[in-house]
């Protein structure tokens, strides 16, 4: 399979539980303001949505939307999704949670916007993911292993420290926790960036929304 990103964007999260699941994949990079791709192509004609993530599998179908790839990831690697008769569905409340609340909530970040537009929207992710938290019963977001909803959040959180978004003593350990881990360390490496702690994702260059 092979997938197409930018650089510190919510694809970020796809790469992390690709290498959770041991999955070998080739890569492509684009430019989201040009639309072209590593090698030159332009995007749109592999996504006409025009946004990462893209998979592309192996028979060349295309799967798109952070939720599905990350849930095509999950299926293939069931030690990824949670436990429990509603280990999916609770991957699937939390991921849905993670794009449609959180990830949308950053726009104002990544679109022309005013700092008090900016500052509503801090104050609104701050209060979203102590949402996140009061739900949290265990070290992972969903219980005492590391799924695909935990690659989600933790490129959501290096947006929150970039953006200067308020987050609890409680979430920066679990950062810092999920930050440490193998695939995430090589991730954050493969991407250009150094994995030196939480200062080194603060620097993450977040692609626009
Ligand atoms: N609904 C999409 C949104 C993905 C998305 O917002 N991708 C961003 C990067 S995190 C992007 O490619 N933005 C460029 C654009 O929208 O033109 C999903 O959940 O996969």
């Known amino acids: 399979m092979k997938i197409y990103y930018a650089r510190g964007a919510c694809s970020l999260s796809n790469r992390i539980a690709l290498h959770e699941a041991g999955l070998a994949f080739a890569e492509e990079s684009v430019d989201l303001k040009s639309g072209i791709t590593?090698?030159?192509?332009?995007?749109?004609?592999?996504?006409?949505?025009?946004?990462?993530?893209?998979?592309?599998l192996d028979d060349g179908r295309t799967v798109t939307e952070?939720?599905?790839?990350?849930?095509?990831?999950?299926?293939?690697?069931?030690?990824?999704?949670?436990?429990?008769?509603?280990?999916?569905?609770?991957?699937?409340?939390?991921?849905?949670?993670?794009?449609?609340?959180l990830?949308?909530?950053?726009?104002?970040?990544?679109?022309?916007?005013?700092?008090?537009?900016?500052?509503?929207?801090?104050?609104?992710?701050?209060?979203?993911?102590?949402?996140?938290?009061?739900?949290?019963?265990?070290?992972?977001?969903?219980?005492?292993?590391?799924?695909v909803a935990d690659?989600?959040?933790?490129?959501?959180?290096?947006?929150?420290?970039?953006?200067?978004?308020?987050?609890?003593?409680?979430l920066a350990d679990y950062f810092e926790r999920i930050e440490a881990r193998p695939s995430v360390r090589r991730s954050l490496r493969e991407e250009g960036f150094e994995p030196t702690g939480s200062e080194a994702s603060s620097g993450l260059q977040a692609a626009s929304a």
Request: aromatic share 10%.
């Open 38 to 56: 590593e090698t030159g192509r332009d995007f749109r004609e592999l996504n006409p949505k025009g946004y990462v993530p893209l998979l592309v």
């Open 66 to 101: 952070n939720i599905a790839v990350l849930s095509l990831i999950a299926e293939r690697t069931p030690h990824l999704l949670p436990d429990g008769e509603l280990g999916r569905i609770r991957m699937l409340e939390a991921l849905s949670f993670i794009s449609s609340e």
């Open 103 to 147: 990830h949308i909530a950053f726009k104002p970040f990544f679109h022309r916007a005013s700092e008090h537009e900016r500052e509503i929207a801090r104050s609104r992710i701050a209060g979203l993911l102590r949402t996140l938290t009061d739900e949290m019963t265990d070290d992972f977001l969903l219980g005492g292993h590391f799924t």
């Open 151 to 170: 690659a989600y959040l933790f490129v959501i959180l290096t947006w929150a420290r970039k953006f200067e978004v308020f987050v609890s003593p409680r």
